[in-house]
């Protein structure tokens, strides 16, 4: 018990490197998810075209872009996609993100 401080010290840096590490680890899985997104986007997959548009549109793991945003909304409507559209007609009407 004597070095109480000693052990809680070590404990804190497993746990930040631990952290650290995983923090890491989601961060590139998210790019490559984003990077897969875009590969099957350009392919026609509408759903993949839809949740592209959600992520430019809310900036998740990619930089905010309306502009992109629309495009990809724009795709997955002209596949069938009504909710895409639904979103589109609301960035129209509202000429923002």
């Not at 899985?29 to 997104?37: A, D, I, Q, S, T």
Request: with cysteine; hydrophobic share 40%.
């Amino acid at each position: 018990m004597e070095n109480m401080e000693l052990y809680i010290i070590a404990g804190l840096f497993v746990f930040m490197v631990w952290f650290i590490f995983n923090t890491i680890k989601y961060y590139k899985g998210e790019k490559r998810n984003v990077k897969h997104l875009h590969r099957f986007a350009k392919e026609g997959e509408m759903e993949a075209q839809h949740h592209l548009a959600k992520r430019y549109q809310k900036g998740d793991m990619v930089k905010k872009s309306c502009q992109n945003a629309a495009f990809w909304y724009q795709k997955a409507a002209f596949l069938g996609d009504s909710e895409a559209k639904g979103f589109l007609e609301e960035m129209v009407k509202k000429k923002k993100c």
